[in-house]
Structure formats: C-alpha cells, structure tokens
C-alpha cells in the first residue's frame, strides 16, 4: 500500500510563491510516475503537473505552465510543486497522486492508482 502525505499548502497574496511537497512511504517510488491535481469548489478535479520517473519528463496544464515547476527527489521519496506568480484563480485543494506506470507522463485522473489527502492552496487577491 503506497502513501501520500502533501504539505506546503496556506494562504498567500496574488503574485506570491508556494512550494508543495508530498511524501511516499511504502513503494519504490523512483518508479512511480506522479502527478499534481486540483479541485476548486464546486468543481471537477483537474490535472496540474505530472513527472514520470526520469525527472527530465515532465507536462503541464496550460493554465500553469511557466509559473509552476514539478520535481522530485527519489532519494527523499518527495515530490514538490513549485508555484510562482499565484493568481486567485489557483485557490483549490491540491491532490497528489501516483502511478505505478512510471515511464511516461499521466494527465487523466483515472490512470493514477494512489492519492493524498490534499492540502488547500488559497490566492488572495
């Protein structure tokens, strides 16, 4: 059984900068792909970042891209969501998510096997 922990989450003005983090236990991580999600309320969650297990493979949303950053660390078991430039329109819940096919890119909810809890993001403008 694989968990995820997220943290990094709170409350920051527009234009600010938040990293989060979200912690494996008990897989071999470097060969999981992972992902980013977010649900706003009263809306459908959506895909924000994803990294297969090569770190140099990465893809995001359109609404983020060139403001937020996903890595990882497998020797930490973490992987971090770098998001800069925050716009209101960020405020969600964000949710992160593994696969166990880890050797490329996953943007669909339904393809991803383990998920956090989630930790809230809000924008103030």
């Known amino acids: 059984q694989v968990q995820l922990v997220e943290s990094g989450g709170g409350l920051v003005q527009a234009g600010g900068s938040l990293r989060l983090s979200c912690a494996a236990s008990g897989t071999t991580f470097s060969s999981y792909a992972m992902g980013w999600f977010r649900q706003a309320p009263g809306k459908e969650r959506e895909f924000v970042a994803a990294?297969?297990?090569?770190?140099?493979?990465?893809y995001y949303a359109n609404s983020v891209k060139g403001r937020f950053t996903i890595s990882r660390d497998n020797a930490k078991n973490t992987v971090y969501l770098q998001m800069n430039s925050l716009k209101p329109e960020d405020t969600a819940v964000y949710f992160c998510?593994?696969?166990?096919?880890?050797?490329?890119?996953?943007?669909?909810?339904?393809?991803?096997?383990?998920w956090g809890r989630g930790t809230q993001v809000t924008v103030s403008s």
């Open positions: 998510a593994a696969a166990r096919f880890g050797r490329t890119v996953l943007a669909s909810l339904n393809e991803y096997d383990y």
């Open positions: 990294i297969a297990w090569r770190s140099d493979i990465t």
